[in-house]
Nanobody, 120 residues
């Protein structure tokens, strides 16, 4: 079993910052990419940021220049630094791992999600 555990969500005022963490554990041959998604009530799930095994990053248009995805390989942890937060960033943020179970079987796993609320 592969488990992803997020932390770091909470309530923050507009313009503030939060850092989310996602710890990956379990039987993984190798990780292909790690993603952060978010979903607000009544809206579709949105891809926020991706970091590949090679360290390449990409971001959704709505968060470019404000959010930063990074990783600590030794700690099997991925982070999402969120700055200049806006009320429209309010959502449940979930971590997703795309990984190989062995040399040819790709799979993915999700965390339980963490609530981020941006409000004054």
């Amino acid at each position: 079993q592969v488990q992803l555990v997020e932390s770091g969500g909470g309530l923050v005022q507009p313009g503030g910052s939060l850092r989310l963490s996602c710890v990956v554990s379990g039987n993984i041959f190798s990780i292909n990419a790690m993603n952060w998604y978010r979903q607000a009530p009544g809206r579709q799930r949105e891809l926020v940021a991706t970091i590949t095994a090679g360290g390449r990053t990409s971001y959704g248009d709505s968060v470019k220049g404000r959010f930063t995805i990074s990783r600590n390989v030794a700690r099997d942890t991925v982070y999402l630094q969120m700055d200049s937060l806006r009320p429209e960033d309010t959502a449940v943020y979930s971590c997703n791992a795309q990984f190989y179970r062995d040399s040819y079987t790709i799979s993915d796993s999700w965390g339980q999600g963490t609530q981020v609320t941006v409000s004054s």
